[in-house]
């Protein structure tokens, strides 16, 4: 039986989908809301800070205010089915990341958003959702 599920949640209607998801179908259980800081991606725009650790410093405390921005929305979607939600940051690669804040948290299934793709088109779930259900240990429901 399912007792925690972890959503990576950045704010898309994907994420959405996936914690409206969660909602409804595990919403007796505990949720908790996931948003990655992507180090992969953002360390590019950051590299020019490496001589300025205090614009790092205060570019990341952006990236955590941008996250109680998420997790509003995140809570507005969690109230309409009468569900409370827990809320966690982690700063890496998003697969990496959730992958390891699932064992952190004591999560046992994984929620996540994904591309919808036609029979007709490639079948790409999306590089994170992949990596996810290539690695994970726990099971992981996509959502499209």
């Known amino acids: 039986m399912v007792e925690h599920v972890l959503v990576p949640f950045d704010g898309s209607p994907l994420s959405e989908n996936a914690l409206e998801f969660a909602c409804e179908v595990f919403?007796?259980?505990?949720?908790?809301?996931l948003y990655v800081v992507d180090s992969h991606t953002d360390e590019t725009a950051a590299s020019g800070w490496g001589d300025h650790p205090?614009?790092?410093e205060d570019w990341l405390e952006d990236r955590r205010d941008h996250a109680e921005d998420l997790f509003?929305?995140?809570?507005?979607?969690?109230?309409?089915h009468d569900v409370s939600l827990q809320t966690g940051v982690a700063v890496g690669r998003v697969a990496e990341m959730i992958?390891?804040?699932?064992?952190e948290y004591g999560a046992d299934h994984i929620v996540v958003g994904t591309?919808?793709?036609?029979?007709?088109?490639e079948f790409v779930l999306g590089s994170?959702?992949?990596?996810?259900?290539?690695?994970?240990?726990i099971p992981v429901t996509t959502v499209r």
Do not use: F, N
């Open 99 to 103: 992958l390891e804040a699932a064992a």
């Open 54 to 56: 205090s614009e790092w």
């Open 27 to 33: 919403g007796s259980q505990t949720i908790t809301v």
């Open 72 to 80: 509003s929305s995140a809570r507005t979607i969690a109230d309409d």
């Open 128 to 137: 994170v959702p992949e990596s996810l259900v290539r690695q994970s240990e």
């Open 115 to 121: 591309h919808g793709r036609s029979h007709l088109q």
